[in-house]
Nanobody
Framework: QVHLIESGGGLVQAGGSLKLSCVVS????????MGWFRQVPGKAREFVAA????????YYADSVKDRFTISRDNNKNMVYLQMNSLKPEDTAVYYC????????????????WGQGTQVAVSS
């Protein structure tokens, strides 16, 4: 069974930075494309960023491009989301997503989810 655990959320002022981490266990991490999604109460979950299994390819939602960076460490079964120049509209619960079929590369949701970590950006 695949388990994902996110960490690194918190409260930050607008313009600040946070780095989210996600550790994956129970599956062949290197074969999973990994993604980050976020959700605000009352709204649908939205794609934020994705990285291929090798880490060579990355993809971003237009709303976070040039501000967020996704990366992974296949030796540690970790995926990261570095968030810079944060805006109040980035406030959401952020979820880590593991996808053996790599649908997440196209912004679609994969099979496995973490429990989420809250990010709050104050103005």
């Amino acid at each position: 069974q695949v388990h994902l655990i996110e960490s690194g959320g918190g409260l930050v002022q607008a313009g600040g930075s946070l780095k989210l981490s996600c550790v994956v266990s129970g599956g062949p991490f290197r074969s999973y494309a990994m993604g980050w999604f976020r959700q605000v109460p009352g709204k649908a979950r939205e794609f934020v960023a994705a990285v291929s299994g090798s880490g060579a390819r990355t993809y971003y939602a237009d709303s976070v491009k040039d501000r967020f960076t996704i990366s992974r460490d296949n030796n540690k079964n970790m995926v990261y989301l570095q968030m810079n120049s944060l805006k109040p509209e980035d406030t959401a619960v952020y979820y880590c997503n593991a996808d053996p079929l790599a649908k997440v590369i196209g912004g679609l949701e994969g099979d496995y989810w973490g429990q989420g970590t809250q990010v709050a950006v104050s103005s």
